[in-house]
């Protein structure tokens, strides 16, 4: 109930190419689903967060898409570039739960020029 | 300069010692957590605070400790009860009208 599983592991693509990166949950009392961008030896940042009452978000080149029906949510990387060699993580949490953060497995993905 | 500070950015430690990894933050943010991050694994929640004097378990709390006196500081203490403490360890923290993580450079723990 409390597992948010990430697909997939790993991911290759060319410069310009769009990957995406998919996560599913159980628990329907998550309110919040935010995505992480982690570089080698470096803390997660936030890159974009969404709420079940939306659908789809976009923050530049980032875009999550939101299927509450089917409780899973993904990540689309536009016009995908070198330097957004990383690994992604996906998390989702429950107002009710005092924020706790439920992450995914996480996702390298390597762009190559 | 606001953020998140954790100390030092590498530790060593030989087995039968307790080791505490610092975290300070200057984001006036009541809620405080610690992660470790295994590779090729998601972070797992070792304990988290949401006000000074009290904190409470996560999922992996076995084999560490915390303390919560100042709201600034959330130190973690990794004992000699830990069996397998080798790992890259987080700690992030949250203001109280905002479901934001924010997270600092990590410490990475080896047991020689």
């Known amino acids: 109930q409390q597992q948010v599983k990430q697909s997939p592991q790993s991911l290759i693509v060319q410069k310009g190419g769009i990957p995406i990166i998919n996560c599913a949950y159980e628990?329907?009392?998550?309110?919040?689903f935010p995505w992480y961008q982690q570089f080698p030896g470096k803390g997660p940042a936030l890159l974009i967060a969404i709420r079940p009452d939306v659908s789809e978000k976009k923050e530049g080149r980032f875009t999550i898409s939101f299927n509450k029906s089917a409780k899973q949510f993904s990540l689309h990387i536009m016009d995908s570039q070198p330097g957004d060699s990383a690994t992604y993580f996906c998390?989702?949490?429950?107002?009710?739960?005092?924020?706790?953060?439920?992450f995914g497995q996480g996702t390298t993905l390597q762009v190559k020029p | 300069d606001g953020g998140i500070t954790q100390s030092p950015k590498y530790l060593f430690r030989k087995e039968g010692q307790n080791v505490t990894l610092s975290c300070e933050q200057n984001?006036?943010?009541?809620?405080m957590y610690w992660y470790r991050q295994d590779p090729g694994q998601g972070l797992r929640l070792i304990y988290y605070s949401q006000i000074v004097n009290d904190f409470q378990k996560g999922d992996i709390a076995e084999g560490y400790s915390v303390s919560r006196e100042k709201k600034e500081s959330f130190p973690l203490t990794v004992t000699s009860a830990q069996k397998n403490p080798t790992a890259f360890y987080l700690c992030?923290?949250?203001?109280?009208?905002?479901?934001?993580?924010?997270f600092g450079p990590g410490t990475r723990l080896t047991v020689l």
């Open positions: 992030a923290s949250r203001g109280g009208y905002t479901d934001t993580q924010y």
């Open positions: 984001l006036n943010h009541d809620a």
């Open positions: 628990n329907t009392a998550f309110d919040y």
């Open positions: 998390a989702a949490s429950a107002a009710s739960n005092t924020g706790k953060l439920i």
